[in-house]
């Protein structure tokens, strides 16, 4: 079962699922960040993409998401565009 956010399914991009792979993270762990996380408010993103933050110790968990189109599944979806994870100042 593809997990949902919003009441649609994620799913990663390519490189997302590197980056995934890298941080040993799930896509479960992406949807509980964009669930419990907060809003960016160092940068602006344009419409129709999130970026959510959750703290993690000294260290911050980030999530970027896209709302796209998948043709395969013939419906909307959030499209994983970036995860990463960084030291706070």
Not at 1 to 13: T, Y
Not at 17 to 24: F, L, P, T, Y
Not at 82 to 87: A, I, L, N
Request: charged content about 35%.
């Amino acid at each position: 079962m593809i997990p949902e956010w919003k009441g649609l399914p994620v799913i990663p991009s390519r490189r997302a699922a590197d980056e995934m792979i890298r941080e040993k993270l799930m896509i479960q762990d992406v949807v509980e960040v964009l669930e419990t996380g907060y809003d960016c408010a160092r940068s602006r993103r344009r419409e129709n993409i999130v970026e959510r933050y959750v703290d993690v110790k000294n260290k911050t968990l980030k999530a970027v998401v896209a709302r796209s189109y998948n043709y395969d599944m013939e419906s909307e979806v959030w499209v994983i565009t970036h995860v990463g994870r960084f030291t706070r100042r």
